[in-house]
C-alpha cells in the first residue's frame, strides 16, 4: 500500500458548499491533500464531484466555506490559482478545427508560454501520450482513449504540480482505461499532485493513495482503499444468485451466514471473513443457488454499505 | 487504429514528461492578466486560418459579384433614369459604401452566432481557456478581437475592389474601411450577448438572419435612399446600425453631404450600441462559464 507523502496541503477545503436554487450540489465538506497525494472523490452520478473540482478548478463561485488552494482563494485570485492547474475535465472540449498538436500550442498560450518552449514541449507531451504519429491529424479523426490523452496532454503543457482528473476514463474501451491509467501513474511517480473523480472503483483503487467517498455533496467515509475496505466491509463477499425471482425471498433463510446480507435485485451479498465456508454452510441449509462466487471486498461494498445504493445505477 | 503499448524505447521520453522548463506559474498569470484577450484571439484566429481559403474565396468573390449584379447590371439603368436621386453620382459609387458595411454586418452575424453556441453548447470550445488563467471578460475580448481582425481585413479586400471599380472618387475614401467594421461590431455585439444567452439552440440564429439581418440589408438605405421609402418604414433605417455606418460610408467615399452634428450622431450611435453591446455580453459570459 502506497503511503501519503506528508507535507503542507496544496489544497485545503473547510466546510465547502454549492446550493443551487433547488438543491445542494456540495454540503460542507471539508478535506486536505498534502503535495504529491493522489486524492480521489468516489460516489455516484450526481454526487456533487464535478462540482467540487470545479471550485478546486476556480471556475465555479462556491456558497460558503473555506477554499485554497497553494494558500491562495480561488475567488480572489482565478488567474493565479488556475496558472498552477492542469485540468482534465469530463467532457473533452478539444478544439477539433485545430490539428492535434496546434491543440497544444494553442493552449500553451494561454499561460504566456512562448512558442520556443511551446514548439518542443508539444512533441515532448504528444510523445507522453503516444500521440506522436498523430501530430498532424484532425481532432476529429482521433479515437475516443486518444482524444483523452491529447486532453491529458494538454492539462500538462504548463508543467502544473496539480492535476485535476474529473472522470478521466469514463466511456473508454478497458484497454484505453488501462493506458490512460498507466500515464496517469507516471505523473504520479514524478511528483504530480493527482486529484481524480470517479465512480469506477477500480479505478479508485488503483490510482488513489486516500480517497472521500462521497454521496449527496457530503462526505460519508475517508481513507486509503485497503483502509475504507477493512472498516466498512469484511475480507470477502459471497455472491449468490436464485433467480430474480426468489433472491429477496431466499434472504430469510439465509440469516445467520457471515457478518452481514445484502439482498440485492439481482442477486445477494453475504459479507464473511470466509466466503467458501460461508458457501458451505448455505448449501448444509439445502439452499441451491443457480451461480456463486466468492471475491474480496471492494469500494463498491464500501459504497453500498454507506449509501444502501450501488455506486453505477 | 491501434493503440500502441509502452515499449522499452519511449520509456525515457515518458518517464521525464517535464524535462522542459515552464516559467512558473506567478509569470503565467501576470501574462495572462496583462494580454488574456490577445491569447484567446490568437487562438481564434488560428482556428479561421485552417479555412482561410473559403474566408479569402468569399472576402473576394462576395464583393465582385454585388458589384457586377448591382453596380454594372441594374446601374446601367439606374443611371439612365435616376436623374439626380443619387446625389448626383453613378449608383455603383451610391450602393459601394453601403455594400461595404453589409459585408461586415453579415459577417458580424456569423462570427457572432453559430461560433457562440459551439464555444458554450456544442464543442465546449470555451471550457478549454475557461480552465486556465483566462477569465471569462478576457475570452469574450478575445472573440471579438479577432472577428475585428477579420472584419477589418475583409472589408479592406472589398475596398480595394470598390476602388478598383472606380466607385470610391474622395481621398478619404479608406477611412469607410473602420467606419464600416464599426457598424459590423455595432450590430454584431448586442447579438453576441443575446447569442450568448441561448442555451438551447431552436434555430433562433436562422431566423435572426431572415428577419432581422435580411429587412436591415434591404431596408437601411442601402439600394436607394431611405427617404424615398414611406415614413413608416423609414424607423428600420433610423435603428439600423447598417444606415448609420452607410450614410458616414457615403460622406467619407465620394462626399455626400453629411453635417457634422450629424456624423458625430452616426459615430455616437454605433459606439453606444458597440459597447452596450459588449458589455453585456461579458456579463452573460460570466455568468455562465461560472455556473
Known amino acids: ?280 454452510q448455505v448449501i448444509a441449509r439445502g439452499l441451491r443457488p443457480l451461480t456463486s462466487l466468492v471475491r474480496r471486498s471492494s469500494l463498491e461494498d464500501v459504497f453500498l454499505r454507506l449509501t444502501g445504493r450501488s455506486l453505477v445505477d | 487504429m491501434t493503440e500502441r503499448t509502452t515499449d522499452g524505447s519511449q520509456e525515457a521520453a515518458v518517464l521525464a514528461p517535464y524535462r522542459l522548463h515552464a516559467h512558473k506559474p506567478e509569470v503565467s498569470a501576470r501574462r495572462a492578466r496583462a494580454f488574456g484577450s490577445w491569447y484567446y484571439a490568437e487562438h481564434v484566429l488560428r482556428s479561421m486560418t485552417s479555412y482561410r481559403w473559403t474566408l479569402l474565396a468569399s472576402s473576394v468573390g462576395t464583393p465582385v459579384m454585388y458589384l457586377f449584379a448591382m453596380g454594372v447590371g441594374l446601374a446601367t439603368l439606374v443611371d439612365r433614369n435616376a436623374g439626380e436621386a443619387f446625389g448626383g453620382v453613378s449608383y455603383l459609387a451610391f450602393i459601394a459604401p453601403a455594400l461595404l458595411a453589409s459585408a461586415t454586418m453579415m459577417t458580424a452575424a456569423t462570427e457572432f452566432t453559430y461560433p457562440v453556441m459551439d464555444g458554450f453548447k456544442w464543442r465546449r470550445v470555451y471550457y478549454g481557456p475557461h480552465a486556465s488563467p483566462l477569465t471569462p471578460g478576457q475570452i469574450v475580448n478575445g472573440h471579438v478581437l479577432a472577428v475585428t481582425v477579420r472584419l477589418t481585413a475583409t472589408t479592406l479586400v472589398y475596398f480595394l475592389i470598390v476602388a478598383l471599380f472606380g466607385a470610391s472618387p474622395s481621398a478619404t475614401g479608406i477611412a469607410a474601411v473602420p467606419v464600416a467594421v464599426l457598424s459590423g461590431l455595432a450590430f454584431g455585439l448586442p447579438l453576441l450577448a443575446y447569442a450568448a444567452s441561448i442555451e438551447e439552440d431552436r434555430g433562433q440564429f436562422a431566423l435572426v438572419m431572415r428577419f432581422l439581418v435580411t429587412p436591415l440589408f434591404l431596408f437601411s438605405g442601402t439600394f436607394f435612399p431611405l427617404d424615398t421609402l414611406p415614413v413608416f418604414l423609414r424607423w428600420i433605417g433610423w435603428i439600423s446600425p447598417l444606415w448609420h455606418g452607410t450614410e458616414l460610408g457615403r460622406a467619407l467615399t465620394y462626399g455626400q453631404d453629411l453635417p457634422a452634428w450629424l456624423a458625430a450622431v452616426h459615430v455616437l450611435y454605433l459606439l453606444v450600441l458597440a459597447v452596450v453591446g459588449l458589455r453585456l455580453a461579458r456579463s452573460v459570459y460570466t455568468r455562465r462559464l461560472g455556473k
Not at chain 1, 86 to 112: K, M
Not at chain 1, 242 to 249: A, L, P
Request: glycine share 10%.
Open chain 1, 1 to 280: 500500500m502506497p503511503t501519503p507523502p506528508a507535507g503542507p496541503p496544496v489544497i485545503s477545503a473547510h466546510q465547502l458548499s454549492k446550493h443551487y436554487a433547488d438543491f445542494k450540489a456540495v454540503d460542507g465538506i471539508s478535506f486536505e491533500v498534502p503535495a504529491g497525494e493522489s486524492f480521489g472523490l468516489l460516489g455516484p452520478n450526481g454526487a456533487g464531484k464535478s462540482t467540487t473540482m470545479r471550485m478546486i478548478g476556480g471556475v465555479s463561485q462556491r456558497t460558503s466555506g473555506q477554499l485554497t488552494i497553494m494558500g491562495l482563494d480561488p475567488q480572489e485570485h482565478g488567474p493565479e490559482v488556475r496558472a498552477h492547474l492542469g485540468v482534465v475535465p469530463q467532457q473533452d472540449n478539444l478544439d477539433e478545427e485545430l490539428r492535434v498538436r496546434d491543440n497544444l500550442i494553442v493552449y500553451g498560450r494561454y499561460f504566456g508560454l512562448p512558442l520556443s518552449y511551446l514548439r518542443p514541449k508539444a512533441d515532448e507531451l504528444l510523445e507522453f501520450a503516444q500521440l506522436t504519429d498523430k501530430a498532424g491529424a484532425k481532432v476529429d479523426a482521433l479515437s475516443g482513449g486518444m482524444k483523452r490523452r491529447l486532453t491529458i496532454a494538454r492539462s500538462l503543457i504548463n508543467e502544473p504540480k496539480i492535476l485535476l482528473l474529473d472522470e478521466p476514463t469514463t466511456g473508454l474501451d478497458p484497454q484505453a482505461r488501462h493506458i490512460l491509467w498507466d500515464r496517469l501513474f507516471r505523473l504520479k511517480e514524478s511528483g504530480v499532485t493527482l486529484i481524480l473523480t470517479t465512480h469506477y472503483m477500480d479505478e479508485a483503487e488503483q490510482l488513489c493513495d486516500r480517497l472521500v467517498v462521497v454521496d449527496k455533496g457530503r462526505i460519508m467515509a475517508e481513507g486509503s482503499p485497503a483502509q475504507l475496505i477493512r472498516e466498512h466491509s469484511t475480507r470477502e463477499v459471497l455472491e449468490l444468485r436464485f433467480g430474480s425471482e426468489r433472491n429477496t425471498t431466499v434472504a430469510a433463510e439465509l440469516q445467520g451466514i457471515g457478518e452481514r446480507l445484502e439482498p440485492l435485485p439481482d442477486r445477494v451479498l453475504i459479507y464473511a471473513h470466509d466466503g467458501e465456508a460461508a458457501l458451505e
